[in-house]
């Protein structure tokens, strides 16, 4: 299991530094700017913690295909664990985008104080850029192998925009049950939703995902 995750990274570090390098830089020129109009900050939140798993998603799956997929079966690793791997590299690499705008998010209200109405609000851009990218990350790998390999851009933009309508139906559902307007401990349940909806959803697509590649003829 070690040895797959280390070799995902091998595999994803080129493309992956130069993205984080790029959120380095831009979560500076975020934090630098006045946060009297919070869009840049609501961005980057997305672009982070989405924007990191959408590049790690593509990366990985790289490497379950093509000649990878006759040569890695060669070794003694059971496919089981082979999506193991990518799961538990996407959800690292989702915890990494999370560290990221917490930090930008810190350092701006450090330098600018808070930027949103409310307290909970906060909470809301979290929750919602989370449960995108997990929404995508599950979809995204169950759909890569049901096809074929020069579909895998079409698959992840497909994924990309089923994460955002999932966490957009959640949101519309949550709005007509709870009455306006919303209290915070409302707000916040809606967010334990949202995220646990999502978890949920990646959970039930590993098991899917792995059920699929059992299957898969090399």
């Known amino acids: 299991m070690k040895g797959l995750m280390k070799n995902n990274y091998y595999k994803m570090r080129s493309g992956f530094k130069a993205f984080v390098i790029v959120l380095i830089l831009t979560g500076l020129a975020v934090a630098a700017f006045d946060n ?70 810190g350092l701006s209200i450090m330098v600018h104080g808070f930027p949103l109405d409310k307290g909970v609000d906060i909470w809301v851009l979290f929750s919602s850029a989370i449960g995108v990218s997990c929404f995508m990350s599950g979809g995204f790998f169950s759909l890569s192998y049901l096809g074929k390999e020069n579909w895998q851009e079409t698959m992840l933009i497909f994924s990309l925009g089923a ?42 697509s590993y098991f899917w995902t792995k059920e699929l590649y059992s299957r898969k003829e090399i």
């Open 36 to 105: 009297e109009t919070p869009s840049l900050l609501m961005g980057y939140i997305y672009f982070s913690i989405v924007g990191l798993s959408l590049n790690s998603a593509m990366a990985l799956r790289k490497t379950v295909t093509g000649k990878w997929d006759k040569y890695i079966l060669t070794m003694p690793v059971k496919r089981a664990e082979i999506i193991k791997s990518l799961f538990f590299n996407q959800m690292y690499v989702l915890v990494l985008g999370i560290v990221f705008s917490a930090l930008t998010v």
């Open 163 to 204: 994460g955002i309508g999932s966490v957009m139906l959640i949101v519309t559902f949550l709005n007509k049950i709870f009455a306006r307007p919303q209290t915070d401990r409302q707000i916040l349940l809606g967010c334990g939703v949202i995220l646990l909806l999502s978890l949920v959803a990646m959970l039930l």
